[in-house]
């Protein structure tokens, strides 16, 4: 089935270093969606991306939607304590009137020194 | 505007019980998704509901099974429960009649199964 291959895993950085994650696909997807859980919580909805090759910022987070479908990656800047978490991508395909469903990857834990 | 809510946050099971979990989505949302997450797997579709009808549904078993309500309240049902069924239990909401990916989750329901 449909996999998204999301590295790295964890990473440990110190407070004010930029953040880069990524994400493969072996499938094109039409829309690709970042997410972050915090610890008790669900997921929530940080960028969304709807067209190949767009940039898109929402405060020190920054995504893009691959050229290829394939690929998008999220650059978190200027890191805080706060950016804790677990930072999931997402992929959706909905062609032909299809809803599709979000197939999420395994996610990339962050965690921030002080 | 309230969240996601869904019930019980924390339950615990026997092999071979059944359980209930309930969600109820944001305030005219009508559509409702359903997601397992564990360490190992990540986040995994279930299923998704709109306006009282299945419309897609993940590769999971027929014990998982679920509903929604004429008024958008879903519940998901897990039969002869297993081990391997312990796991958190998100539910999630979004509104528009087609699927852009972007959900707002609950906080999940934590089923241990003993």
């Known amino acids: 089935g449909q996999q998204l291959n999301q590295s790295p895993q964890s990473m440990f950085i110190q407070e004010g270093e930029d953040v880069s994650m990524n994400c493969t696909s072996s499938?094109?997807?039409?829309?690709w969606l970042w997410y972050k859980q915090d610890p008790g919580e669900g997921p929530v909805l940080l960028i969304a991306l709807y067209k190949a090759g767009e940039l898109t910022s929402n405060g020190r987070l920054t995504a893009q939607f691959g050229i290829t479908r394939k690929d998008s990656f999220l650059n978190i800047s200027a890191s805080i304590p706060s950016d804790v978490g677990i930072y999931f991508c997402a992929g959706l395909m909905n062609y032909g009137g299809s809803q599709g469903n979000l197939i999420f990857g395994k996610g990339t834990k962050l965690s921030v020194k002080p | 505007k309230a969240g996601v809510t869904q019930t019980p946050r924390y339950l615990i099971k026997t092999r071979g019980q059944q359980v209930t979990l309930s969600c109820s989505p944001i305030s005219g949302h009508r559509s409702v998704s359903w997601y397992q997450q564990t360490p190992g797997q990540g986040l995994q579709f279930l299923f998704e509901?709109?306006?009282?009808?299945?419309?897609n549904k993940g590769n999971f078993p027929g014990r998982f099974s679920g509903r929604q309500f004429s008024n958008s309240r879903s519940e998901m049902n897990v039969s002869t429960l297993e081990l391997g069924d312990s796991a958190l239990y998100l539910c999630a909401s979004r509104g528009g009649r087609r699927n852009t990916g972007e959900l707002f989750f609950g906080e999940g329901s934590r089923l241990t199964v003993l």
């Open positions: 499938s094109i997807f039409n829309t």
């Open positions: 509901y709109f306006s009282e009808t299945q419309r």
